[in-house]
């Protein structure tokens, strides 16, 4: 379902039950897809793995991926309306770039998993306080426009990628994949508790959640395909990747998709 943008739609989907469906299995398949280029196809993890940075998997996968970003952010903005596939395929690559970015980040350049999830955070933090004080609003509804459409992917980038790390980071841990997978799917239940029982802002809310489910699918991802031995499936990342896809093709195709109903933002803002 596509609708004409105007000044009461954004161009970003209305958040609904079926929004986080789709946005978890998203985060799941972008860390499947980005560790099949990364580790299986340019051999990251694998005995022949490069040792130069220049020729790293995780170097090489990001700059794949964030081309890919690149267009599809381009297009997004230049859409007239509201596309769900075009929105989806968006954050799919976002998601894929972000796994690649975080591993370049923290296993090539070494800063590890708390440096990375730290400086990553920050880096979210900036770019919606930056987002804030230059448009007045952060609010899914107020996406209309290249610089607000424009902020919102710079944001979703840095969170995806953030998620990863932070997936990683906990999943590394005692708790393994299914019990990290436990964890960020208590929060992610806790956030909503909150938004129904509580007068937490709404804005507020959302971004929480949005950042927690790159993690729950960062983890969902790794138990698919890493080794029984590391706790994980071991399935083909590339079979996951394929079935991950169909799955969320499917809710797509299945789950009315409607854009958001538009804040009132700045006149500049749209320009």
């Not at 990683?168 to 239940?189: E, K, N, R, T, V």
């Given at each position: 379902?596509?609708?004409e ?33 990364s ?27 964030g ?17 769900p ?32 999830s ?10 919606l ?34 998620g ?50 790159r993690?729950?699918?960062a ?6 395909d890493k ?37 009132l ?7």
């Amino acid at each position: 379902m596509s609708m004409e943008y105007s000044p009461t739609f954004a161009k970003v989907p209305a958040v609904t039950l079926g929004f986080w469906l789709i946005k978890i299995l998203a985060t799941t398949l972008g860390e499947t897809a980005g560790d099949a280029v990364s580790m299986s196809w340019l051999g990251e993890t694998t005995r022949d793995a490069p040792t130069s940075f220049w020729e790293g998997g995780y170097l090489i996968g990001t700059l794949i991926f964030g081309a890919a970003l690149a267009v599809l952010v381009v297009l997004q903005i230049r859409a007239r309306r509201f596309n769900p596939w075009l929105y989806w395929a968006t954050i799919v690559a976002s998601t894929t770039a972000g796994t690649t970015l975080a591993d370049l980040a923290t296993r090539s350049l070494g800063i590890g998993y708390a440096g990375g999830s730290v400086l990553l955070l920050s880096l979210v933090l900036m770019s919606l306080y930056a987002w804030q004080r230059d448009l007045g609003s952060i609010a899914v509804g107020s996406v209309q426009g290249p610089r607000p459409e424009l902020y919102y992917w710079v944001t979703i980038t840095f969170s995806q990628t953030l998620g990863t790390a932070l997936g990683d980071w906990i999943a590394d841990g005692p708790l393994g994949y299914l019990g990290s997978a436990l964890i960020f799917g208590a929060l992610l239940a806790m956030l909503a508790l909150a938004a129904w029982r509580t007068t937490i802002d709404r804005v507020v809310l959302f971004w929480a959640a949005f950042v927690l489910t790159r993690p729950l699918g960062a983890v969902l991802g790794d138990f698919l395909d890493k080794p029984v031995s590391s706790g994980g499936l071991e399935l083909s990342r590339a079979g996951a990747t394929a079935a991950l896809g169909i799955a969320m093709a499917a809710l797509i195709a299945l789950i009315p998709q409607r854009p958001a109903e538009a804040q009132l933002v700045r006149d500049d803002a749209r320009v």
